[in-house]
């Protein structure tokens, strides 16, 4: 039983996230590949905003629909077919940034990669991106998951009960909708 553990660590080991036995969502000791930025600290910089090595950059990509989260610089949030190779339209790259722990998820930002700008809860049920702010709750959401290779984003700005969580459609349409499980609401961090 300790082989399969030790093998099973060694296999996350370098993950972008692994999932703790609460089931929240938790960072690795490190991020493959990433440094922490001279003088900041492993666990955030200075200004609080971002948490270094939280689990870097990559594509959001939904299970219903095989199609990526994408943005634009107007604010406007869509899925569109994934670009190839992954990561070559940064419109379609996100960095989740920790904003705070929930006894059963992670509490992230969304931010895109092209627009700096982070994806937000705009009332009755819209999701679009506004300039980033660790302290709104409108861009705070509940990453719930084992893992971020299926997770869903609840708004911790949305009404409760109601549309909180980010869903599309085929057709490209992301807005908020009642939590459901759904593969539509479902999200995996990379291709």
């Not at 992230?108 to 702010?133: D, E, K, Q």
């Amino acid at each position: 039983m300790k082989a399969i553990r030790t093998a099973k660590r060694a296999l996350f080991t370098g993950a972008a996230l692994v999932a703790t036995v609460s089931g929240v969502l938790a960072a690795p000791a490190a991020h493959a590949g990433s440094q922490p930025t001279a003088g900041a600290s492993a666990a955030a910089r200075q200004d609080g905003v971002r948490t270094a090595a939280y689990v870097g950059t990559n594509v959001l990509r939904n299970w219903e629909t095989g199609r990526c989260l994408d943005s634009n610089a107007q604010g406007d949030v869509y899925t569109l077919p994934c670009s190839l190779p992954v990561g070559s339209n940064a419109h379609q790259v996100w960095e989740p940034l920790l904003r705070g722990k929930d006894p059963s998820a992670d509490i992230v930002g969304l931010r895109n990669v092209a627009t700096n700008r982070c994806a937000a809860f705009r009332y009755p049920a819209n999701i679009t991106t506004v300039p980033c702010s660790a302290t709104v709750t409108a861009q705070q959401w509940f990453a719930y998951g084992a893992g971020w290779d299926n997770v869903t984003f609840v708004s911790r700005g949305g009404p409760i009960g109601g549309p909180d969580t980010i869903d599309s459609d085929r057709n490209g349409n992301v807005y908020a909708y009642t939590r459901n499980g759904g593969g539509f609401q479902r999200w995996k961090f990379g291709y």
